[in-house]
Structures are given as structure tokens and as C-alpha cells.
């Protein structure tokens, strides 16, 4: 009974959509009565629009994408660091960063909108990285820092007495065993990327290069007077499927690195 | 050695400080300058003006009460839900690890894609539970035109995509609870609410705590959600602080005063954040409870 309620409350709102985005407009109003029919023709608008709704998918893999790297070029010595550092260092740095974690990133927009006007930043794809690597260090450096901290010195000290330097045993016996956890992080990063808002919002205003969450802002502003719930709906459809095949083709991962942020964050 | 160590540190600590501490810097300075349309966007000192004008902003105080309403209604729910499916989510029932999956599933979409989705499903009339109302004789609500409402439906709407989340920091902690804590517990005849209440939620609490300073933060940021959903209306009954101050920069093109509302509504963070977690340590102090 309470499996049922569950799934109905989280899966609902979807199917409610799918429904939607399947239906002609007349069909939603209740102009149409009686025998179901059935279109696709809100799929065929969207993915012919000028541009091509797929197009806001791909911006937001790239983003995504680039941003995940960049971010774990820095967590990885960050939390290797951290977890090697000593008590007292390593509590204070972990209180500040787990205080980052929590900051709410819209309140940066104003000071990211800056960096992008001076800079000459906006409307680049690769640049929004910039910001999104500090937004996701945070979380990537309290997750990968208790991974770290899991590995048994033994192992290091073993290294050592091989005469492997730092960068060695990094390289060749600290990153192999760290892959899961590096896995995981990887993931949450680009769910997070993906779903970023407010800077991408600042940063983009080019249509073709619109990430996928302010493409939905503006399909959701452009038209207030009329009801285009198809087309909205087959927007909400198709910019939720990339994510959910991601979490159900990498379900264990992203559930394990959610928990082990939780239990040792 | 240890110098090695910090130097592995150093680069993504200088980004954080770039991200997270200079723009709060920036901001101090800026809500001292007048920068907006009549300034001809160029910054010019004014002091502690902004300030005052702060202070006797009304809307910046109703957008406060907006949103501090906001986050303890949705904090809240999703505190007593998150619960609730965390405890249906550790029990080893047949399907679990698909149903944790799925169950999450909401909290994985992008606010904006799900904002636009609960826009169509509260839409009145023709929206999902509208159309419900109205075949069971209730009328329709509006939730997105009458105030009074409006401000719950963006509660709802958040609380069905951060309760999964919350879920599952509580099952992390679930999981630590070693089990034959209960199995003594209920040789001694504890009935399932009171082991609930003596040692799942004591043994909990360090959770609980993370869950709600993390989700409170966000919550107080509220943006996404609120500008897809509502747009802050109607009559400005749901807009946000962040959503003030978004609006003061890219609408009124008011930087200076976009500023000091930014670090007015980090203000509000702080003080909301520091009040919860010293309600947790007195809440965990108080003696009375543990027999």
C-alpha cells in the first residue's frame, strides 16, 4: 500500500505529462469530446523548432561534460590533500567547504554576471565551466576527501617503501582504487551541471546556445495569454529523459555516492 | 611534506574563495555605490543609503516573510515525508532497490522542467486535479490566482522534488542504526512507535540536523522554481528574495541595490541557519527525554 502510494506520488506528475504531450490541444481543453485520439505533432514542433529542441540537450552535455572534468581536475589533489592533511587542518577546511555546499548559488548571479560582461565570458558554453566547477567543488571535495580518508595507509606507506614518488603513487595506486568513488562524484557533478539555473541564465542569452533549464524558462514565459500545455508537456517529456535514463542506467552509483556524502560528509 | 600537500590543496581552494568569497566581498562594496539606470550604470559612492532604503523596503520585509514561509512549510513537509519514505525505503520489502530508484527520479529533473510540469498540473480548470475536483462537485481551486493558495502550491511542488533527496540522507543514517538495537528493543515489548521514538529519531538527529541546515539553505534561495512557476505573483504573494533581487539587477537595472538585497537575504540565511542549529543542540541536551 505504501509502495503504491509512493510510486504514484513520484511517478504521477510524469506519466501526467507523457499523457499530456500526447494529446491535441483541443483534447486538454475539453473542446473534444469522446473517442481518444492520440498526436505526436507536439514532439514534431519541438524538435523542428527554430532552434531544434535537441539542440539545448547537447549544449547541456557539453556544459555538463566540461564542467564535471574540470571540476575533478581540482577536487581530486583537493581531497587527497585533505584527508592527508592532519586533525585540525582538515576539520576547519571541511567545515568551510561543507558551508559552500549549502551556499544557495543564486545568490551569486549578480557577481558571475559581472565576471562574464568584464570578461567577455557570456554567451560561451566552454567558459559557464568556470563558475560550475566552483559551485560543484564543494560537494565533489567532501565526497571524494571520504574516500580518501577510507583507503588504508598501509597501502601508501607500501608505495613509499617502493620508492614511488606523490605523483606516482597517486597516479598508479590511489586514482585505480578511488575509480567508484570518483564514479559517483563524476555523476552527482553532471545531474547538478545539467540542472543549473540561475548562472546559466546571466551567461547565456543566445538562443542556439541556451542549456537545457533556461531553454524551459523561456518556453514557459513566451506564451502566458494561451495554453500550449502540449507543447510544454512534450518539452517537459524530452528534457526529463536524458536524466532518467542516466539514473536508471547508473542507479547504484548515484544512490551510493548520495548515502556516502551523507554518512561521512 | 605538508607543504607538498597544501600545494595540491591550493588550486580549488583559490577557486572557492574566487566563487564563494569574492562575489560576498564584491557585494559588500557595491551596496555602498549607487549603480543603476540614473547613475548611467557607472558605480558613484552613497554611503549607508542603500541600507536605509533597505530597510524601509517594504517588499524587501514581505518577501522576506514570502520566503522564510516558504522554507520552514517545505523544510518541514519534507522533513516528516522524507521520513516516512526513508523508513518504507529500508525495510526489505520485494522491489526495493528499483523503488529507490524511481522514488528519486523527481529530484534528478532539471526545477525548471518540473516547475513547468506542476504549472500544467495545478492549471485551473484543466489541469489533472482540477478536472478531479470538478467531477467530484468541489469546484475548481486556483492554485496558481488566489494568494492564499498559491504560496502551498509552490510548497507542494518542492516538496515533491526534495523530499527524495532528504529520503535518502535519512536512509544513510537509517543504515548506521546497528538492527539488533530493535531486536532488544522489542524483546523488552516496545511497540513499533516507541523504538521509533527512542532510537531511531535520538540516533538520527546528526542527519536530521545535516537535512535540514543543507535543505534550509536552499529552500532560502528559492529561484528556479518560484520564476517558472508563479513568476513571484499573484500580486507578488510568492516572490522570493532571490527572486527580488534577480529582479532589481535584470529588470530595474538597479545593481547597487540588487547587492545589498543579495546580502540582506544572506543575512536572513545566516540568522534562520544558526537559529536551527542551536535548536538541534538544545533539543539534543535536554536530559529529560533519554530514560
Redesign the interface.
Known sequence: M??LA??V???G??L??LY?SLRPTEA???ELHGAASWTLSHYQQLLQGDPPFLLYLFNSAVVGATSTALTLA??V??A???S???RTASRG?SL??AA???????????????VARDWHLANNLLALSL?Y???C??LA?LLLQASFRDLPLELEEAAVMEGMG?WQRLRWVLLPLMAPAIASASLLIF?FC??E??IAL?WLSRSDLLT???A??R???SSVYT?P?GA??A??VL??TP??L???VF?RQ??SG???G??K? | MRWRLWLLMAPALLWLVAIFAAPLLHYAWLSTQAQSVLTGLEPRPVGAEQWLRLWNDARFWQDTWQTLRFGAASVGLEMVLGLAMALLLHQPLKGRGPLRTISLLPWALPTTVMALGWRWIFNDPYGPINQLATRLGLGGIPFLSDPAITWMASVWADTWKTTPFVALLLLAGLQTIPADLYEAAALEGASGWQSLRRITLPLLTPYLLIAVLFRLAQALGVFDLIQVLTGGGPAGSTESLALYAYLNAMRFLDFGYSATVMLGSFAVLVVVAAIAALAFRVGRSTPGEVR
Not at chain 1, 104 to 112: C, K, N, S
Request: glycine share 8%.
Open positions: 505504501a509502495r509512493l510510486l506520488w513520484s511517478l506528475p510524469m501526467w505529462q499530456t486538454l481543453t475539453g581540482l577536487a589533489p583537493c587527497y590533500g585533505l592527508r592533511i592532519g577546511l568551510l567547504v559552500a555546499a549549502a551556499f544557495p548559488a543564486v545568490l551569486l548571479f549578480l557577481a558571475m554576471l559581472e563558475p566547477a566552483g559551485l567543488l564543494p571535495i606523490l545531474i545539467w540542472n539555473y540561475p546571466t537545457l533549464a533556461p524551459m524558462a518556453i514557459a514565459g495554453i500545455y510544454f508537456a518539452a517537459t528534457g526529463s536524466l532518467i542516466l539514473m536508471l542507479q548515484i544512490i548520495l548515502t556516502q551523507a554518512i560528509g
